[in-house]
T-cell receptor
Framework: EAQVTQNPRYLITVTGKKLTVTCSQN?????MSWYRQDPGLGLRQIYY???????DKGDVPEGYKVSRKEKRNFPLILESPSPNQTSLYFC???????????????FGQGTRLTVV | KNQVEQSPQSLIILEGKNCTLQ??????????LRWYKQDTGRGPVSLTI?????NTKSNGRYTATLDADTKQSSLHITASQLSDSASYIC???????????FGAGTRLFVKA
């Protein structure tokens, strides 16, 4: 089954404790991205990757890091989480960059992160 | 500024009724517009996508329209079902650098 898998689904952590949210897709997609979703603001892009070893900042990259060592994996790293990073996070992938050639974006199930 | 605005913010309808959700955008240049359905606690799922030359696209009971001149889109849901209860997100691709801009969504509640 074609899917984007995020782990963990839920995470509560303390300020400053480094954490990683994993994202894996099994569709051989080139393009992957991370979003955060906050009430009333809609989805905002954090980072994206056009292909292996190619990553770039989205609209709200501060406080986050990513890596793309393999095509299927795109982990999101919070080196020193803060309470304002409490949010619902989604990983997404598409064959190419969403919109180019109108390829569909597949989203993961989400990770609800709480930083206390 | 490239923006996507959706209305209403939330909507309650009775099962079996029709409804229409609105999306206005100021994104330029325009590439495409997509409607997503997001069930509570789950990731968004694409319903329809339209480019500049398309003014209507259907997916079962969902019909999206696009007026690229007025920069407006609507999503019409026919004969609503309880399972239609979800958030519906309008997403526009375009602007300088071909950004993906998300609306805040319309929360639809379908009651029995």
């Amino acid at each position: 089954e074609a899917q984007v898998t995020q782990n963990p689904r839920y995470l509560i952590t303390v300020t400053g404790k480094k954490l990683t949210v994993t994202c894996s897709q099994n569709m051989n997609h080139e393009y992957m991205s991370w979003y955060r979703q906050d009430p009333g603001l809609g989805l905002r892009q954090i980072y994206y990757s056009m292909n292996v070893e190619v990553t770039d900042k989205g609209d709200v990259p501060e406080g986050y890091k990513v890596s793309r060592k393999e095509k299927r994996n795109f982990p999101l790293i919070l080196e020193s989480p803060s309470p304002n990073q409490t949010s619902l996070y989604f990983c997404a992938s598409s064959l190419r960059r969403t919109g180019f050639n109108n390829t569909e974006a597949f989203f993961g199930q989400g990770t609800r992160l709480t930083v206390v | 500024k490239n923006q996507v605005e959706q209305s209403p913010q939330s909507l309650i309808i009775l099962e079996g009724k029709n409804c229409t959700l609105q999306c206005n955008y100021t994104v330029s240049p325009f590439s495409n517009l997509r409607w997503y359905k997001q069930d509570t606690g789950r990731g968004p799922v694409s319903l329809t996508i339209m480019t500049f030359s398309e003014n209507t696209k259907s997916n079962g009971r969902y019909t999206a329209t696009l007026d690229a001149d007025t920069k407006q889109s609507s999503l019409h849901i026919t004969a609503s079902q309880l399972s239609d209860s979800a958030s519906y997100i309008c997403v526009v691709r375009g602007g300088g650098g071909f950004k993906t801009i998300f609306g805040a969504g319309t929360r639809l509640f379908v009651k029995a």
